[in-house]
C-alpha cells in the first residue's frame, strides 16, 4: 500500500476507513465492527474518526474494532470547532483518546473553522504533540484562504494535511488546495472518495472498471491513490465492500484511462470553479 511522508517525517498510509454514520444504530453497531475489523485484518492501516461521528460513538467501535492492532495502525480523529481552545482541544483529545482505548492519535485535526484563532489551537495541538498524545496535526475543511492562513500562524510549521471533499465528481480542491499542499509536502486527505456511493453508478467508471475487471468504486479510489500524498478514506459497514474496496491498490490506470477520466469528469479551470465544498 502506498504511503507517504508528512513534514515531521511521519509516514502516512494512502488509503484507511472511514467511519462516519457509524455508531448511530445500536442495531448496526456490531456489523460496524466487523467491516472495521476485517478491513484491519486484511491490511487497511488507516482509520479515519471524529468527535462528531455518532457523538463519540463511532470511536467507540473503531476502538473495539482495532484492539489487539493499535501497533500496525495509523489513527485520525477530529474535533469540533467549538472546541478548539486551548483548553477545549486538550479535553476533546483525552475523550477521543479514551473513547479510541489507545495512548495516542496519529492525526489530529479541526473538523472546520469556527471562532477561536488559529494560533491559540495550534498551542494546544503543540502541547499535545510534546505529550506525545498526538504524532501530528493538521485540519479539515479549510478553503485555500483558511488554510494560508493557519500555516502563517504554525509557528512549528508541522501542518500534516488539510482533510477535503475530494473525489472525482469533486476536484475542486486541485485548483488551489492541493499544489498548496504539495508545495509544503502536505497530505491532502480525500473525504467522500466515493462521493457517498453515488460514482459507483457512473457509466464511464463502469466502462473502464470493465476493462480492469474490476468495479467502479475500485477505479475512483484508484485514481485517487495514485496521486503523490492523496490519502482515500472509504467507509463502508460491509465486510464485501470493505474488502473491495482495500483491493484497488491493486489496479494500476494506464494513460488512456486517466484521459477518458479528464474528459467525463473535468478538473477546475478558473477560480471559480474551484472553491472547496463541504459536506
Ligand atoms: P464515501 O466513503 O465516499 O461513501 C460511503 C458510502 O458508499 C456508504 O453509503 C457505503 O455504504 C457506500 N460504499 C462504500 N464502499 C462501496 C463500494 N465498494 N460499492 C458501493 N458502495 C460503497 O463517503 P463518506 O463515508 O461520507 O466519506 C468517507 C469518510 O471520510 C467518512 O466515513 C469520514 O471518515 C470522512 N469524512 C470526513 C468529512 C470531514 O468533514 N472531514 C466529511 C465527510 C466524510 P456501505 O457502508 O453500506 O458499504
Redo the contacts with the bound molecule.
Sequence with gaps: MAEFILPSGNVIPQLG??????GEDPRSRQQEID?LRFGIEYGAKLI???E??GEGE?ERIAGEAMAGYRDRLYV?S?FYPHNASREGVIAACERSLTRLNTDHLDLY?L??SGTVPFEETLEALYQLKTQGKIRDYGV??LDIDELEDFCAADKVGLCATD???Y?LSHREPEWAVKPFCDKRNMAM????????????HHPELITIAERHQA????IA?AWLTRQKGVVA??????I???K??LDSVKIVLTEEDIRELDKAFPAPVNEHEGRIA??
Design positions: 476507513l472511514g467511519s462516519w454514520y457509524m467491516a479515519d474518526c471524529a462528531m461521528y463511532a485520525v477530529k485535526l473538523h472546520w479539515s475543511n482533510q477535503v471533499l473525489n486527505m480525500a473525504y467522500c472518495p466515493l462521493d457517498q456511493g453515488a460514482l459507483v468495479t467502479a468504486a475500485q479510489l478514506i472509504p467507509k463502508s459497514s460491509s464485501a465492500r470493505t473491495e474496496n463541504i459536506r
